[in-house]
């Protein structure tokens, strides 16, 4: 009996044993089996050409997560890259030095670099081969301050971006103080409007009187200067003007169309408009100084974007063609008849409105502008597409109101080579006002401010190169 028992507790244990040893088999069967990490695509994509020069950061996405390995020799052109952000969604980022203009790149991943979740590597070699596309040319004859700031923003689309502010209606700087009086820090832009050229000269508005631009520029800042074009309206009564189109009468139907009739109301008004501002703007390059030139935006209004949708301003009502037709009108005007070589062109697109591009030769730079829009995602989707639509010029949020952070706009990779909020009428409206000590704001709160100006890189306006 005893001898059955001593028997049958052998072979309970040696079944045990078993048990374990199958058991342990079995976890480490589950470990291992399934498959390893297969790479689903990339960011450039394989064999992908006129890549955007500048971009820092390189995207796989596998059809699972992945770990890093100990062998890390993933490299870019034979150069070792050793900022590597496994994420979420299967996305591994590698961080690059800026791509390079017209140029060949080849990245390495070798086996054995990443794994999944069952724990298998990558079990070959991953290669990307991609090239940059080569430089579009600056534009020819732009006075030296204008072309030392078109190479800087150039150079900086992707490693920082340009703080701004705009002015209170017109001729001032108060947003930029209102921000300083909060902060501490200047804006790197303050942006002017001449939409009240139809009465300047008066008492109340003087465009001659461009003191403070030139102490802003003198102070270390960059100026960008638009254009609300206020023309007659629909009432009929002497002195009253509008840019928004429409029927009502604080609105106007001014006639774009009649600009290819030199005899027309329309025509000439136009002309003298466009000699007008220029006598202003000769003010500035007098004094050297380079402005960031925003006419006739928003051109194509809602136009595409929404069933029905129309122009907002007079400018873009005859559509397309004939926007363009006064762009290049304008630019050939101030450019080769008034000789303003110190303007630095911006076109604002609505993303519905590449058929209203006047074209490479006539635009320095595009800009966007958004309102409240708070999924930095969406605000990455638009920047990429005019990154990559206009190869080669700087893409500017030029407006904007309500929008995410920059910051996460920008770990979103929303890049922009500058950002602009737009004036809050009753907070800044008197500096010396108890409204311009609150810190709320109708587009940009101090809050969303300190956060902008808290991060490396936003440029302000004590950190710009002297462009002098």
């Not at 979740?117 to 081969?129: A, D, H, Q, R, Y």
């Not at 700031?149 to 001729?171: D, P």
């Not at 110190?342 to 502008?369: C, E, F, H, K």
Request: one cysteine or more; charged letters at 20%; hydrophobic letters at 40%.
């Amino acid at each position: 009996m005893i001898r059955k028992i001593i028997l049958g507790g052998i072979i309970c244990l040696l079944h045990l044993m078993l048990c374990l040893v199958l058991s342990c088999s079995g976890s480490n069967e589950e470990q291992t089996t399934g498959n390893p990490p297969q790479l689903l695509s990339s960011d450039p994509a394989n064999g992908e050409i006129n890549v955007m020069e500048g971009i820092t950061m390189l995207t796989l996405r596998f059809n699972m997560n992945v770990t890093l390995g100990a062998i890390r020799q993933v490299t870019l052109n034979g150069q070792q890259i050793t900022d590597l952000q496994p994420g979420l969604n299967g996305e591994l980022k590698l961080i690059v030095p800026p791509l390079q203009p017209a140029t060949d790149y080849m990245l390495l991943l070798p086996a054995q670099t990443v794994k999944g979740p069952t724990g298998l590597f990558n079990t070959s070699e991953i290669k990307i081969l991609f090239s940059t596309r080569a430089p579009v040319p600056s534009r020819e004859g732009l006075s030296p301050q204008a072309e030392k700031l078109l190479i800087y923003m150039k150079q900086q689309q992707g490693e920082n971006i340009l703080s701004g502010t705009m002015a209170n209606v017109a001729w001032n700087t108060n947003e930029a103080e209102w921000v300083y009086y909060h902060t501490g820090k200047w804006p790197a832009i303050n942006g002017f409007d001449y939409l009240h050229l139809y009465a300047s000269p008066s008492s109340w508005i003087d465009y001659g009187n461009t003191s403070v631009v030139e102490d802003w520029w003198n102070n270390g800042g960059l100026v960008t200067a638009s254009w609300h074009w206020n023309v007659p309206d629909n009432s009929g009564v002497e002195g009253r003007y509008s840019f928004y189109w429409g029927s009502e009468p604080d609105q106007t139907r001014f006639d774009i169309k009649k600009i290819d009739d030199v005899n027309s109301i329309e025509y000439k008004r136009i002309m003298a408009d466009i000699d007008k501002i220029s006598d202003y703007l000769k003010l500035l390059k007098e004094k050297n100084i380079p402005v960031i030139w925003r006419p006739l935006h928003e051109a194509a209004g809602n136009i595409g974007a929404f069933p029905g949708g129309q122009a907002w301003f007079w400018w873009g009502a005859g559509g397309a063609e004939y926007f363009i037709k006064l762009w290049r009108l304008m630019f050939n005007r101030l450019t080769n008849q008034h000789e303003l070589n110190n303007l630095i062109w911006v076109w604002t697109s609505q993303m519905t409105d590449a058929d209203w591009y006047p074209g490479d030769d006539y635009v320095d730079v595009v800009g966007r502008d958004i309102y409240n829009q708070q999924e930095p995602a969406t605000i990455k989707s638009e920047f990429t597409v005019l990154q990559q639509r206009y190869f080669g010029k700087p893409v500017a949020l030029s407006e904007c109101g309500n929008v995410a952070s920059i910051t996460t706009q920008w770990s979103a990779g929303a890049k922009w080579i500058w950002f602009m909020p737009w004036y809050d009428y009753d907070r800044t409206l008197n500096p010396s006002s108890e409204a311009f000590k609150i810190r709320t704001h109708q587009h940009a709160t101090i809050d969303w401010w300190e956060d902008v100006l808290a991060q490396p890189f936003v440029i302000t306006r004590d950190e710009l190169p002297d462009l002098k």
